[in-house]
């Protein structure tokens, strides 16, 4: 089978791979009809996520059909068609009872990180009861892409942790697509204003087709008194960070408002100063997460009704064939107008593609 294959550090490479077997009673192999690339990815490419070891096929997102399982598996059949979920879960160890399946003892992030991922033909699930949904007809497979890692993401490490609650200002510092899967996972909760800030004026501009209040590119340096002027001298309830750098954690320590919540997202690879002295006395409230997928079935639901359409986040396709042009094009997203690519993998005759 074809695989994107990480060869360390800026490199990588579509190459022949054997297709993987069960190995385990629990585990069952899909057929990937289609597969997409996170931010996290381009971390792993820069080599931010050292964890990450050279030949290992990256991907964490993705749709397609069971073609088998192990005996073990009571949730799913050949011939299913189903959503990847980026966190794997036994869902009997001590952190899975705890709801922290991010964290189980077996599973957890496995996907293009400690194992084979997907953005390859094919993709070997351990622990597949815990690690697939069924995805209905009336779900497509570019939304049910999103549903691997974006929207479990926005919601749970974003507007859930951040405890959006109807009226709050919220600020989402980074609207790739995790920005803005937490900017649709707000919108759930109803917020009364939502402050959007990038780099990237596209992206702005997709932010406020989705409902952003405002938009502010920070590239001046400003956008905290920006913030400050819009909330006149307030600040934000809550402030949700999905980029992982020094510069953005400080932006929402500057807006957060005494008592808002500040959601970390981003993946970090550098230290972070916390400016506790002026926060101590500010009762905020800060989170961190890695994503457990815990709302991926609520979310389904809000796809098929059509109360919630992450096809939206989509801008580019392109076949597995030309993976590597789709990591540049994502890599060089302001350039490109890029926010989410998505890769079919069963259409290889497909041409790369501007979505309309
Ligand atoms: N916690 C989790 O479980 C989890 C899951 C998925 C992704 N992530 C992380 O979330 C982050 C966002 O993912 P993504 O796919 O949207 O990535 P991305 O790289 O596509 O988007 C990052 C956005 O941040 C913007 N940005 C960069 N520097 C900035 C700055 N100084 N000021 C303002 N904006 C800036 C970029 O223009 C871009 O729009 C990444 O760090 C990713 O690794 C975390
Ligand atoms: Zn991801
Ligand atoms: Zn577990």
Redesign the pocket.
């Known amino acids: 089978m074809k695989a994107l294959v990480f060869d360390g550090p800026g490199r990588l490479a579509l190459r022949t791979r054997p297709k993987p077997v069960l190995a385990e009673p629990t585990d069952a192999i899909v057929r990937l009809t289609t597969t997409t690339l996170?931010?996290?990815?381009l971390h792993i490419l820069r080599g931010d996520v050292p964890a990450v070891a050279r030949g290992r096929v990256l991907g964490?997102?993705g749709v397609g059909i069971v073609t088998e399982v192990g005996p073990a598996v009571t949730r799913f059949l050949a011939g299913d068609r189903v959503l990847v979920s980026?966190i794997t879960a036994c869902g009997r160890c001590g952190a899975c009872r705890k709801g922290l399946t991010s964290h189980c003892e077996r599973g957890g992030w496995l996907l293009g990180n400690q194992l084979d991922g997907t953005q390859a033909e094919f993709v070997r699930i351990p622990l597949a009861d815990n690690g697939l949904h069924l995805v209905p007809d009336a779900v497509d497979d570019e939304a049910a892409v999103m549903l691997?890692?974006?929207l479990p993401?926005g919601l749970e490490c974003g507007a859930q942790n951040g405890r959006v609650a109807p009226g709050d200002v919220v600020a989402i510092v980074g609207v790739g697509p995790?920005g803005l899967a937490a900017l649709l996972a707000a919108l759930l909760y109803s917020p009364g204003e939502l402050i959007a800030i990038d780099l990237d004026d596209h992206r702005l501009e997709t932010a406020r087709g989705l409902g952003a209040t405002a938009v502010i590119n920070s590239g001046d340096g400003k956008a905290a008194e920006r913030v400050m002027e819009l909330t006149h001298g307030a600040g934000v309830d809550v402030v949700i960070e999905a980029v992982g750098l020094g510069t953005t954690f400080d932006l929402c320590q500057g807006i957060v408002a005494p008592g808002g919540r500040i959601a970390s997202m981003g993946v970090f690879a550098r230290p972070v100063e916390l400016h506790l002295e002026r926060l101590w006395g500010a009762n905020i409230t800060l989170t961190t997460g890695l994503v457990d997928g815990r709302t991926t079935s609520r979310l389904v639901r809000l796809v098929a009704s059509g109360r919630l359409d992450p096809r939206r986040l989509v801008t580019h396709r392109f076949p597995l064939s030309q993976i590597v042009a789709a990591y540049d094009t994502f890599a060089n997203a302001a350039q490109n107008r890029a926010v989410k690519v998505v890769i079919q993998v069963d259409n290889p005759g497909a041409r790369p593609d501007r979505a309309g």
């Open positions: 996170c931010g996290t990815d964490h997102e980026l691997s890692c974006i993401t995790v």
